[in-house]
């Protein structure tokens, strides 16, 4: 999720323009389909942050899809795995769900993805479990602060760095209920279970995303576009109960690399779509 981490509570994903996410403060075929973490007012923030190398294509302007979504290469931050640009028809699909299933090496983390509440994230996240872009890739990042409890998944090259070469528009939640630990009411609850998109700042979506595993408290600043079933609940909490690695500037860290390695073995549609 991250390279570094200031000593915080905000969620951040590192890409290339080291950007921190704009809050909490400023987180087969057969079945189709991290840098710092900035506390204020016990709230947090996901952000992607990173910083990769400009390539010689940097010269020729950047593609975008021409559907609704707008899907744009970001060449200032080449894709991690090599995976074409989602496809983008004129009508996005915007009804049903897509149960995916995702075994890791800490047990199963069975994910259902629903359309309607982020549709053209939901068609992204599909587009690269297709090419395989998420398998075999560590989840970076663990939190345990009282109002940021999760796990961040979906850089391949396990640095919080890495994402798919292309970006995207927000799909940000309107129905969430206030956080009760903020008094300001800005914040909201981004509730136990949830399945949401990690980014570096407005419109940056790319591939990393979080799994809440406890309560936590953000501005609604991430596209939740799915949950994770009960199975999954059970994974999650086995992974935050062996805690964060230990730094020898912080021994006892409440944000970093979860002790438990937990690797995405290989996601998958578990129904057709």
Same mark, same amino acid.
Do not use: W
């Given at each position: 999720?991250?390279?570094?981490?200031?000593?915080?509570?905000?969620?951040?994903?590192?890409?290339?323009?080291?950007?921190?996410?704009?809050?909490?403060?400023?987180?087969?075929?057969?079945? +189709?389909?991290?840098?710092?973490?900035?506390?204020?007012?016990?709230?947090?923030?996901?952000?992607?942050? #990173?910083?990769?190398?400009?390539?010689? *294509?940097? *010269?020729?302007?950047?593609?975008?899809?021409?559907?609704?979504?707008?899907?744009?290469?970001?060449?200032?931050?080449?894709?991690?795995?090599?995976?074409?640009?989602?496809?983008?028809?004129?009508?996005?699909?915007?009804?049903?769900?897509?149960?995916?299933?995702?075994?890791?090496?800490? #047990?199963?983390?069975?994910?259902?993805?629903?359309?309607?509440?982020?549709?053209?994230?939901?068609? *992204?996240?599909?587009?690269?479990?297709?090419?395989?872009?998420?398998?075999?890739?560590?989840?970076?990042?663990?939190?345990?602060?009282?109002?940021?409890?999760?796990?961040?998944? #979906?850089?391949?090259?396990?640095?919080?760095?890495?994402?798919?070469?292309?970006?995207? +528009?927000?799909?940000?939640?309107?129905?969430?209920?206030?956080?009760?630990?903020?008094?300001?009411?800005?914040?909201?609850?981004?509730? /136990?279970?949830?399945?949401?998109?990690?980014?570096?700042?407005?419109?940056?979506?790319?591939?990393?995303?979080?799994?809440?595993?406890?309560? *936590?408290?953000?501005?609604?600043?991430?596209?939740?576009?799915?949950?994770?079933?009960?199975?999954?609940?059970?994974?999650?909490?086995?992974?935050?109960?062996?805690?964060?690695?230990?730094?020898?500037?912080?021994?006892?860290?409440?944000?970093?690399?979860?002790?438990? /390695?937990?690797?995405?073995?290989?996601?998958?549609?578990?129904?057709?779509?």
């Amino acid at each position: 999720m991250f390279k570094t981490r200031p000593v915080s509570t905000t969620l951040v994903i590192n890409t290339p323009r080291l950007r921190p996410l704009q809050d909490l403060g400023t987180i087969g075929r057969a079945c +189709k389909m991290r840098r710092a973490l900035t506390s204020a007012f016990a709230a947090a923030v996901l952000v992607v942050s #990173g910083g990769s190398v400009a390539t010689a *294509s940097d *010269s020729a302007p950047p593609r975008t899809t021409h559907g609704p979504c707008q899907y744009s290469q970001t060449p200032e931050e080449p894709s991690a795995r090599r995976v074409p640009l989602p496809p983008d028809p004129r009508r996005t699909p915007v009804r049903g769900t897509v149960d995916l299933a995702v075994p890791t090496s800490q #047990g199963p983390l069975p994910l259902r993805l629903e359309r309607a509440k982020a549709p053209c994230t939901v068609q *992204s996240f599909l587009h690269l479990t297709r090419h395989g872009f998420y398998d075999r890739t560590v989840c970076h990042r663990l939190t345990a602060y009282p109002t940021l409890k999760v796990l961040q998944c #979906g850089d391949p090259t396990g640095t919080g760095e890495g994402g798919p070469g292309y970006k995207y +528009k927000d799909e940000l939640p309107v129905d969430l209920p206030p956080a009760a630990t903020d008094p300001t009411g800005t914040r909201r609850l981004y509730g /136990r279970g949830l399945l949401a998109m990690a980014n570096a700042g407005p419109n940056t979506n790319g591939s990393q995303f979080f799994v809440v595993y406890g309560d *936590s408290a953000l501005r609604p600043n991430y596209t939740v576009f799915g949950t994770v079933g009960p199975a999954g609940l059970a994974t999650l909490d086995k992974v935050a109960a062996g805690g964060i690695e230990p730094t020898a500037e912080n021994p006892a860290p409440v944000d970093g690399t979860p002790v438990l /390695r937990t690797e995405l073995l290989h996601v998958r549609p578990s129904c057709r779509h």
